[in-house]
């Protein structure tokens, strides 16, 4: 019978820099996977793909208090640490790396990283302070684990893209990876948080990756963005949804929004709506095939 050995889990940095010493010492690559915990299957991709990469594979768990705006789930996010071991032990973690805030944010702590331009909007529109946390808390799991490869997932493809652009800018010697958005049977993208939906609210939340691709197929097709954004928009209240928080097509690398008739390029739909206490995000590509300029 396959024996899978948990991966031993340490709090310290020091603890990592020696092991991370180590594996280097011997010529091995080392890739990042930073998650908050309250694994699902989409965070196992991403170690998987980190596997693909590098012979080392770390996973994150840090429930990072910064990122999270004045009455959101900072409290009751998902923390269960026995099931995330298990979980990354099967999917090939060597390291779980799980600080506590004391050893990430010592007393006193007062430095922050922000990039500007790829938080413009989108998110960062509705959650005041989010990608600052991110930015602030990845530079320093970065500088910390100092891998050769970090992974991140694209359903927070505004996180990714910032996140691209903090390493690119502040020169760290580190490859960003993605991994596509893992979905449900259904198309519900996988998040830690949609184990807040109801029985109720469940089959409604499906209909939003529905709704999206659709819309982002007729953007494709050449139907006007405002038009297409405001029928899906209704469509999905009507559904059920409470509120539509955004809905807007912008470039892909650098987010900028793209004018009703314009788009060029690699663009993408992004879309953030409310359903019940539940917040969901999502997005998908606008695939122009076979369309002229
Ligand atoms: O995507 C997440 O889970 C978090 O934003 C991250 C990247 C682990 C930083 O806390």
């Known amino acids: 019978m396959l024996q899978i050995t948990r991966p031993r889990t340490i709090k310290t940095i020091v603890e990592l820099r020696d092991i991370v010493r180590d594996w280097r010492r011997a010529g091995d690559l080392v890739a990042l996977t930073p998650t908050m915990g309250g694994l699902h299957e989409g965070h196992l991709s991403l170690v998987r793909a980190a596997r693909r990469r590098a012979r080392r594979v770390i996973a994150t768990i840090f429930v990072n208090p910064t990122q999270f705006s004045a009455g959101e789930d900072y409290e009751t996010y998902p923390r269960d640490d026995v099931r995330d071991a298990e979980l990354l032990a099967g999917a090939g973690c060597d390291l779980i790396y799980a600080p506590s805030v004391d050893e990430m944010y010592p007393e006193g702590f007062a430095t922050t990283v922000s990039v500007a331009s790829t938080t413009n909007g989108l998110c960062a529109a509705h959650r005041s302070g989010h990608f600052d946390g991110v930015t602030t808390v990845v530079c320093k799991l970065l500088n910390q684990a100092n891998p050769d490869y970090a992974i991140f997932g694209e359903k927070d493809w505004q996180q990714l893209v910032t996140i691209r652009r903090m390493v690119r800018e502040l020169d ?39 709704a999206l691709f659709a819309s982002a197929d007729h953007i ?20 059920g949804f409470d509120e539509i928080e955004y809905l807007e097509a912008r470039d892909a690398h650098t987010l900028e929004p793209i004018d009703n008739y314009a788009i060029a390029g690699e663009s993408r739909l992004f879309i953030a709506a409310r359903i019940g206490k539940t917040r969901l995000i999502d997005n998908v590509a606008i695939e122009r095939t076979g369309l002229t300029e």
């Open 172 to 210: 760290m010697p580190i490859r960003i990876a993605s991994s596509p958005t893992v979905r449900e049977a259904d198309g519900l993208a996988m998040s830690s948080r949609n184990r807040y939906l109801s029985g109720a609210e469940r089959p409604i939340a499906a209909k939003l990756n529905k």
């Open 220 to 239: 494709a097709h050449g139907l006007p963005l405002d038009r297409v954004i405001a029928a899906c928009s209704k469509a999905l209240l009507s559904a």
